[in-house]
């Protein structure tokens, strides 16, 4: 965590780019210490947000591009998992992106977008909404609580 905030807001973004993909990481921790030593809330919020959007978009190129192999062996993404975001993918459509910061289902159905060749503009949206939502409450929580 102290490495985290000797490098702020770089480090922020490294770590949240980072939990969007193949690490079984959480970027909040870091947001939360950052917000707890002062840092400012927006560009805390702004910076974990961009840096976990880009990493879901790794993941769509992964899907867009990847095989089988390259989605089960390299991002981990056990089939029963991948399966399950498929169904609900194909039950809730595109706006099941607004869930890719959910642990477990986020990773896959960022994967299953590119797999399904979802407009890149609209992914792009959706997961940032998404994301965004989850930050600004995390954020505000913090910032409520700690008084």
């Keep these: 965590m102290e490495y985290f905030l000797e490098f702020g807001y770089l480090g922020l973004f490294m770590v949240a780019f980072l939990a969007a993909t ?19 809330p927006v560009l805390v919020v702004t910076v974990a947000t961009i840096g976990n959007v880009m990493g879901s978009v790794v993941n769509y190129v992964i899907g867009y591009f990847g095989s089988v192999f390259v989605i089960e062996r390299v991002l981990k ?13 194909e039950k809730w ?4 992106l607004l869930l890719a ?20 503009w609209l992914f792009i949206l959706l997961v940032t909404i998404g ?9 505000y929580g913090t910032l409520n609580i700690a008084g």
């Excluded at 993404?77 to 993918?89: A, H, L, T, V, Y």
């Excluded at 459509?93 to 099941?96: A, R, Y």
């Design 93 to 96: 459509g595109k706006f099941s």
């Design 22 to 40: 193949i690490l079984p990481i959480g970027s909040e921790v870091v947001l939360v210490g950052l917000l707890l030593n002062g840092f400012n």
């Design 131 to 139: 994301k965004l939502g989850r930050y600004i409450v995390v954020t």
């Design 101 to 120: 910061w959910v642990p477990i289902i986020g990773d896959p159905l960022t994967v299953i977008a590119g797999v399904l060749r979802i407009n890149l």
């Design 77 to 89: 993404i056990k089939p029963q998992n991948f399966e399950r975001s498929r169904e609900r993918f």
